[in-house]
């Protein structure tokens, strides 16, 4: 049973840096795409950033310039460095983990609180 687990989440001030983890563990079909997702309060889980297994990387639209995506492919971790965070940078960040057999698995989520 694959695992995913994030870690690195916390409360930070405004334009301040944080950086989050998430380790697969248990892999046994290759990781494809590994990602991260945010879900604020009363609003829609969306995009924050995914890095495929080859290092092609893709942004959503709020995080770009400010957010970047790393791999280690050995380790099946990725990395999320976030930089200028903003209050409406808060919310739950979830880990997703992709193989290319098709299947997905989640983490349950790390908690960033962007405030002063």
């Known amino acids: 049973q694959v695992q995913v687990v994030e870690s690195g989440g916390g409360l930070v001030q405004p334009g301040g840096s944080l950086r989050l983890s998430c380790a697969a563990s248990?892999?046994?079909?290759?990781?494809?795409?590994m990602g991260w997702y945010r879900q604020a309060p009363g609003k829609e889980r969306e995009l924050v950033a995914t890095i495929t297994r080859g290092g092609s990387t893709n942004y959503g639209e709020s995080v770009k310039g400010r957010f970047s995506i790393s791999g280690d492919n050995a380790k099946n971790t990725v990395y999320l460095q976030m930089n200028a965070l903003k209050p409406e940078d808060t919310a739950v960040y979830y880990c997703k983990s992709s193989m290319y057999n098709g299947m997905e698995y989640w983490g349950k989520g790390t908690l960033v609180t962007v405030s002063s």
């Open positions: 248990g892999v046994i079909y290759g990781i494809n795409v």
